[in-house]
């Protein structure tokens, strides 16, 4: 692949990444200092793209550089799984084991929404990575933030979504069998 062919590539890239994130280009014009029209040049291919605009981009829409650039996997041992979006909430699947245990990174975008608490057959663990998250479990109402978990069974009503406070990005490991995933916070003492 030229170059030129990697770089006519980027916009179309660029205003995926945003639309799939619910991100209007005002937003990530705050969010990144670079103008509206610049923004817009870029997704439309008008602008070319180059480090200093593309940086702070791949830092606001927390993707690595080379998803907006779409640089070739040959060779990569990264897994590069393509996300889905399901109700405005973004899914990258980490595992593809169906029936097995599932892991995935979820973006969701900043949004009130009144809970809808839902039970079924597993066990599930969150982990919060940026944000808020407000989990409904049962009786109880809390908000995560970064660096926290929370493990419960599924049959118990359940819902999570952001807080309305900014989006939240987490971790999500559900195991429809109703294993429990435990981490070890503490390494074990000789």
Request: proline share 9%; glycine share 10%; no cysteine.
């Amino acid at each position: 692949m030229t170059t030129d062919e990697v770089l006519a590539g980027v916009g179309p890239r660029l205003r995926r990444v945003r639309k799939e994130r619910e991100v209007t280009l005002a937003a990530l014009s705050e969010a990144t200092g670079i103008s509206v029209s610049t923004l817009s040049r870029l997704e439309s291919g008008l602008r070319k793209p180059s480090l200093e605009l593309l940086l702070p981009i791949a830092q606001a829409h927390q993707v690595p550089l080379d998803e907006l650039v779409g640089a070739p996997a040959v060779g990569d041992p990264r897994v590069r799984a393509k996300p889905v979006v399901r109700g405005g909430r973004t899914h990258w699947p980490l595992t593809r084991q169906p029936g097995g245990l599932q892991a995935f990174k979820v973006l969701e975008p900043q949004r009130k929404q009144e809970p809808e608490p839902r039970s079924h057959e597993g066990y599930e663990w969150l982990y919060v990575l940026s944000g808020k998250l407000r989990l409904v479990l049962g009786e109880h109402d809390v908000v995560l933030t970064a660096g926290e978990a929370a493990e419960f069974d599924t049959r118990v009503p359940h819902w999570f979504g952001s807080t309305g406070e900014g989006p939240v990005e987490f971790l999500s490991l559900f195991g429809p069998q109703g294993e429990r995933m435990h981490v070890r916070a503490r390494p074990r003492r000789p």
